[in-house]
């Protein structure tokens, strides 16, 4: 076996997928497995059947999320008002993939990015309803902000070097007013409230629309219990103008957390900005030039 958590994403197809079911759950063994295009960077996704999904980590720093994933989200579907992934079985480590994985059951819906949304302010006002009740959730023996996270949850300066190394990608005014959102956001960490439920991947991929409403939301793998800041990061990504008013109103957070999650904002913007995957410098483009209009 190779090490524990050791994992090659070239070996991650629809053939191990069928091995791994027919070593654990056999009684799955008889549906097709098809690939899902865009289930996610961090892990890969495959429709199993009809009604099911598995998906497996696609690198040793995201293993820590699958376990997190099958303690949690069962516990955390109680607490808010649209469905998450259910957790219908738990694949162990093994020769075949040296890595914990998940059979869950299929979400249905179109990601936001490519869905056709009918009433922009509703689904703001379901997003932050979601993100409200989530925050509301026991936080009782959550994990903390960690590596399984990216670090959100915790204080957006962690990556304060990491950004002023990154300061150089925008030049001219654009790096003045970068120097005093991450200064503002850096200052910002000590007004910190309880830690709280967070989800911290509030991207359009992880938002499913069905019928033109907010229908479900998936990939918990950046959750922990800690500083909800990053999940306001939609108001700069892709929730705009009255959509994003209402988004802002009904989260009611503090001016402190805002300051922090445009932190966030930017720090993932100055770093999507020189990746060479298609369609990734421009959505950083955009999310870079919110911020910079708010500023």
């Not at 009433?119 to 960690?146: I, K, N, S, T």
């Amino acid at each position: 076996m190779s090490p524990a958590g050791a994992v090659d994403a070239q070996r991650i197809d629809a053939g191990l997928v069928r091995e791994l079911l027919a070593e654990q759950f056999p009684h799955w063994v008889g549906l097709p497995v098809r690939p899902v295009a865009a289930g996610g960077n961090d892990h890969r996704m495959f429709r199993l059947g009809d009604e099911l999904s598995v998906r497996l980590p696609s690198a040793p720093g995201y293993v820590p999320q699958v376990e997190k994933e099958q303690t949690w989200l069962p516990q955390l579907a109680a607490a808010v008002p649209l469905p998450i992934p259910h957790v219908h079985g738990r694949g162990r480590p093994s020769p075949l993939f040296a890595a914990p994985w998940s059979v869950y059951g299929w979400m249905p819906g179109t990601p936001a990015a490519q869905a056709s949304i009918d009433d922009l302010e509703r689904f703001a006002a379901d997003l932050a309803a979601f993100l409200v009740a989530l925050r509301a959730a026991d936080p009782a023996g959550g994990p903390g902000p960690g590596t399984h996270s990216a670090h959100r949850g915790g204080p957006v300066g962690h990556w304060d070097q990491e950004v002023r190394d990154m300061l150089d990608r925008v030049s001219g005014r654009e790096r003045a007013l970068a120097e005093g959102i991450w200064r503002d956001a850096v200052a910002a960490d000590g007004e910190a409230g309880p830690a709280r439920w967070l989800h911290g991947d509030v991207a359009a991929a992880n938002l499913l629309v069905r019928d033109g409403r907010l229908a479900a939301v998936v990939d918990f793998g950046c959750a922990a219990v800690g500083d909800p800041a990053c999940d306001t990061v939609p108001v700069w990504t892709f929730v705009s103008g009255s959509a994003a008013a209402v988004f802002r109103r009904d989260l009611a957070l503090d001016d402190a957390t805002w300051a922090r999650g445009r932190g966030w904002a930017l720090w993932k913007g100055l770093i999507m900005l020189t990746n060479t995957a298609p369609g990734q410098a421009d959505f950083a483009r955009r999310v870079l030039s919110n911020l910079f209009a708010e500023a």
